[in-house]
């Protein structure tokens, strides 16, 4: 068998990896990032909330000849989760320094600071990593917030990076996971499962293929959200002047 873990092991990383993917491929981390009042906010967060979130996760079919092939989305599906979980939590201390609510879009966060703070920002950015100054005179929160930010950086950039990676690392998973469906009844019998267990194992192969499929796209919206969150960092810098 392929998968090392323990059964309850397995049964735990599945579940965070649900719920993990639920929000990827919901709008989770896309509204913590988005403003309210931004036209293409509503928009987005309207076409988000009208579809459904998929929960995406790899179930042992416990055939060896399947499970192999689906034990590499587990690194990728681990990967999403992480890279998921650090940038909203990156956006959640943002918020929670000024002194918004859990409703709040890190977008509001820094409209926040950006008014009681005008002007006393310097913001780069190298490799997708943001880093911000601000005046000495800023607001405690507004310093708050500059500090969650800036120690939130690194991850966002591991985050971007390996999020831009995922759909060229699924494309062969993705290709291989494809066939299965119709390879199923030879390696049931192979593996001396009974007929009447063919359909179960069927439902398993469809929704782990489902899953794999579904990384891509899942990785591409976080990624999308993740590269907005650095845009909104640097509106915090005043605009250099058109020459």
């Known amino acids: 068998m392929s998968f090392s873990k323990s059964l309850p092991a397995r049964r735990a990383a599945t579940a965070r990896l649900s719920r993990a993917l639920a929000v990827a491929a919901g709008a989770g981390l896309l509204a913590l990032t988005l403003s309210s009042g ?62 918004l609510g859990a409703d709040s879009s890190v977008a509001d966060a820094i409209a926040l600071m950006k008014e009681k703070a005008a002007g006393k920002f310097e913001v780069s ?11 000495e005179d800023a607001p405690d929160d507004v310093k708050a917030a500059v500090a969650a930010t800036n120690e939130g950086g690194q991850a966002m950039a591991d985050a971007i990076k390996a999020l831009g990676e995922l759909p060229a690392q ?7 996971a ?17 007929p009447t267990e063919l359909g179960g194992l069927m439902k398993k192969v469809k929704g782990n293929v489902a899953a794999v499929k579904g990384i891509p796209t899942a990785a591409k919206g976080t990624l999308e959200a993740a ?14 002047p058109a020459e």
């Open 227 to 240: 590269k907005g969150n650095v845009e909104l960092i640097q509106s915090l810098a005043p605009a250099t």
């Open 178 to 194: 494809k066939s299965l469906p119709g390879k199923v009844p030879a390696a049931a019998k192979e593996a001396g499962l009974k």
């Open 38 to 99: 931004d036209a293409l906010a509503k928009k987005k967060k309207k076409a988000a909330a009208s579809e459904a979130p998929v929960a995406m996760e790899i179930v042992e079919t416990g055939v060896s000849a399947l499970d192999d092939v689906f034990q590499p989305a587990g690194a990728m599906l681990g990967s999403l989760d992480s890279s998921t979980q650090s940038l909203t939590s990156v956006n959640q201390k943002v918020v929670a320094a000024m002194g």
């Open 125 to 135: 950015v190298a490799d997708m990593k943001p880093a911000v100054k601000v005046a």
């Open 170 to 176: 699924s494309k062969e998973l993705i290709a291989a």
